[in-house]
């Protein structure tokens, strides 16, 4: 990874502006906000993940809280390979697979609009 980082970084001659912003949508079980690396690389962010509570029966949880570190672990990896990348966040909703381990809906997924998010 650091290798490819590095080459990424360095290789000015083969990317048109290599300090250029990029973009990049993390689709996944959200991120955990109190990591250094994500200081003002966080655009926005939009979840799907719904769960009842004692006063609510659709609420909606944050994009900014991922008990699964998934998410969290990916965009770390997008922010060490581009140093000027900035992350629009999307929470999938969540189920429970057939041995009761949590698991991401497809069905989520399918819901997310790019267009809106860039």
């Keep these: 990874m650091a290798k490819f980082a590095y080459f990424i ?29 994500f200081n003002k690389r966080i655009v926005d962010g939009k979840s799907y993940l719904k769960r009842s509570t004692k006063f609510r029966s659709d609420r909606t949880m944050d994009y900014f809280v991922a008990p699964g570190g998934h998410g969290t672990d990916m965009a770390t990896l997008i922010c060490q390979i581009c140093p000027t990348a900035k992350l629009y966040i999307v929470r999938l909703n969540e189920g429970r697979g057939g041995a009761g381990e949590r698991q991401i809906m497809a069905d989520s997924a399918a819901k997310v609009r790019f267009i809106t998010l860039f």
């Design 9 to 37: 970084q360095n290789n000015g001659r083969y990317i048109r502006k290599p300090n250029a912003e990029v973009k990049v949508a993390v689709i996944d079980d959200g991120i955990d906000l109190s990591h250094p690396i």
